[in-house]
């Protein structure tokens, strides 16, 4: 019933001392200088040969004490050439583990410099959960080779693992997991355990289920401890504890885990089955992830990029969201254009222009992100929305007043016309309640479409203050002042 | 010497249900109407009173069941008014570990809803690391008050507690923790721990400390289940593990947990003294809270904002973003102003700048996501960021001839003249070219600064490729085309 971690065996205990020693003997390989708090460290001499292979095995040695994300880490901060020589010195049993904690950029890099038989030899160690977060990266023939290699159990559970989407919990999931009976008595459990020798990392609580692996409740492990071993489990385990399925939203289950101070949750079927468990760690790992992707996306980054990755694929990364800028970009230029001759006879209305069209996309992006935030935490419906809409009109309202009259001012000192300072001072309110509106409108509506509102609001937004604001700035000014 | 969480007593286990019937009772008094998959719950017609008061129990009932973090999240999803009435329904002896769950607006509104001796009885049953989470919102003379009240040591925890700035490993320890003795077996380790009865909540190891209370090693608690007990503590205790100091920044710390998977860590001072413990739930909280900023730091929110804050405090938490982008608006607006002449002869270089000025403010926010991740990962130093830089100005350059050549042919398609594309094509890409290098340098630079690269790099990036863009633009424009 029990299975352990036996790649995580080795010292997972602090070996920061270490990290510090690679850090130290690669900067004399002038691979990695000024790596942590090394700045202070001196530049050393060109190491002759017969030194610089008796470093490359103490480099080995201090490696093979590191732990796998401390190489990853190592790994992941080096040029291409640099990595790969690190990845050859790194002993072949550790692969795997390593593997699995590089990003998805840098694990590409490595596997394309390993063969078939090395990523068979490398993953076959590994936990069903764990080559099915590699699978997406492995070659076909590798990953057939493994399903082949691997025993019943773990094939099926392999094919489980790989069955979920990326951000479902189901994905999170790992097998390793302790269960017991309802009707024995404690001292059988700790009997039990003892003849384990070790426990699953992160096991909490242990899991009671029946005959037919329903999960009856959970026993927490600290109460194994300081309760009388006569006692029965039954009696002990508690029958409220959080659920998860597999087929629920990763980040839903992390926030549970956020909120119940959690360090395990069991993941039942539809029949309160027991398939498996999540850990917090896991939960963390696909936050710091997602909010990673996050940073990204908002910049037009589609994915993470490999700090050293060739030209043409950082290219790529960045190429779609500049594409779609360029076409918003072009639509703005239309709307200009459409008043040229309005700027030929007041010149001034091009240079104050942008000014209206940027504070739009400044505070529209501020009321998004805050009604972003409000759909994620499930905080939004009908009924609020309206009033949080009525909320946003009169924020942007006074915000618009006050930004406006300081761009009317602005106009008023360089340009000294009395009228066209209120076309400013109008043009920028109106702009900003149309930002507000918008602002409340885009992300609901592509909530209640299904889709992500994080995504795609900031673009149409901008676009649209951008265009917007141009339109009603010199649209206002010819019907006023022309 | 092991302290527990007392208030975390009762079950914390999944009260989901629970938190669906209270939605379902708030539906029925209108308050929170399709909170949790709850769109579908018909409206119900208004209950008369005497039901009314019927309910009112019965919701008061089940609130006593909830687990503190969803009463705070039911609490952050009411308007005001809604919310102090549930807040008024909540056990007094519960207001302190639902004021430590909710955000910092909403508990400033409950605290300004309480009187000093509701608050002191409310927040003096709370650990003195929680109380010192708290203290920055409690008014001076209730903070007074408290000291007072609390035994010796806790007030030097307390005092402790405080005294570490809000983004310190301090700051987010607790005083949890159960030390041991290196000379005594496991078997005497376990009849301590039944004679707690009770462990404090994400025990995972014990500490081992020396008669100064030096940490000399750990003892994670499941070695105690499966092994001898005649073993000595010493001999299965693990001495390399993670320290963590009061000083470090917390940012840290949490790496430290996701890297090593860690459930606890221990806190000491430079003498290797036992001061505390950080838990990963601390961690995580962190982490949520930090990305959370960071979202709304970005779009110049200042902090959260409550949904239902007045106007005024929305207005004043938007103002400074606006006020600053209002600004570097106003400089762009003079570079145009400078080239009033060359506009009024060539109207059309008004409706093509912005896309020169737009893209080139986009490309420089890539640019700076990029390194500000490579620096928050500490993979950045002196002799990559040279080769970083050549990357993001080759990169940049590519990026550069591919949108200026589209918008140079969206030019001539307009505009039907080949100088005038060529003068967009060469603009856009020497703006790209802008960005690039100082989407490397601003974040470097402020962080050489010892200032935080991701805050306000994006301001400046796009305020100078904002103005940067208008005046290559319209200065080539002017030599090349007038």
């Known amino acids: 019933m029990a299975r352990t971690n036996n790649h995580n065996d080795h010292d997972t205990r602090n070996l920061q001392e270490n990290l510090q020693q690679v850090v130290h003997l690669l900067s004399k390989h002038r691979l990695v200088e000024g790596f942590v708090k090394m700045q202070e460290t001196p530049r050393y001499e060109l190491v002759n040969s017969l030194v610089h292979k008796q470093n490359l095995a103490e480099l080995q040695n201090l490696l093979d004490k590191l732990h796998p994300a401390d190489i990853a880490y190592i ?68 990953l057939n080779d493994l399903f082949q290699t691997l025993p019943t159990e773990e094939r099926e559970q392999l094919r489980s693992a790989m069955s979920y989407p990326e951000d479902a919990v189901g994905a999170l999931m790992d097998f390793d997991m302790v269960t017991i009976r309802k009707e024995v008595t404690l001292e059988v459990v700790l009997r039990y355990l003892r003849r384990l020798e070790e426990l699953p990392d992160q096991t909490d609580q242990l899991f009671v289920v029946d005959r037919d692996e329903r999960l009856m409740g959970v026993l927490p492990v600290n109460l194994l401890l300081v309760n009388n071993p006569d006692t029965k489990v039954s009696a002990m385990m508690s029958t409220k504890m959080v659920k998860l399925h597999p087929d629920d939203k990763a980040q839903q289950a992390t926030h549970v885990f956020e909120r119940y101070n959690l360090i395990t949750a069991p993941v039942v079927d539809m029949n309160d089955k027991l398939l498996g468990r999540v850990t917090v760690n896991a939960a963390m790992d696909f936050n710091r992830e997602k909010s990673e992707n996050k940073a990204l996306n908002l910049a037009g980054l589609s994915e993470e990029e490999d700090l050293f990755a060739p030209v043409w694929k950082s290219v790529k990364n960045r190429w779609v969201w500049l594409a779609i800028n360029l076409i918003t970009a072009f639509i703005a230029s239309r709307v200009i254009g459409a008043f040229e001759g309005s700027i030929e006879k007041l010149v001034a209305l091009a240079a104050l222009m942008p000014i209206i069209a940027g504070i739009g996309g400044n505070s529209g992006n501020q009321t998004i992100t805050m009604i972003v935030r409000a759909i994620a935490l499930g905080q939004l419906n009908a ?67 299904g889709r992500d509102p994080a995504k795609g609001s900031s673009v149409i937004i901008t676009a649209i203050t951008d265009s917007g604001g141009f339109f009603i700035f010199l649209g206002l000014a010819t019907i006023l002042l022309l």
């Open 383 to 449: 009924s609020k929305a309206n009033k949080l809409f009525a909320k946003e009109i009169v924020v942007s309202a006074v915000n618009g007043i006050i930004c406006g009259s300081a761009a009317g001012l602005f106009a008023f000192l360089i340009y000294h016309s009395i009228s066209l300072s209120v076309v400013v001072t109008m043009a920028m309110a109106l702009n900003l309640l149309l930002a507000a509106l918008l602002g409340v409108l885009i992300p609901l509506t592509l909530h209640k479409l």
């Open 75 to 142: 790994l992941e901060a080096l040029p291409l050439k640099e990595r790969l020589m690190i990845w050859d010195l790194v002993k072949a049993d550790r692969d795997g583990e390593i593997l699995l904690e590089t990003s998805d950029s840098v694990r590409e890099t490595l596997i394309a410099a390993m063969n078939s038989g090395e990523l068979v030899a490398a993953t076959g160690q590994l936990d069903a959960d764990e080559i099915a977060d590699l699978a997406p990266d492995l070659p076909r023939n590798v």
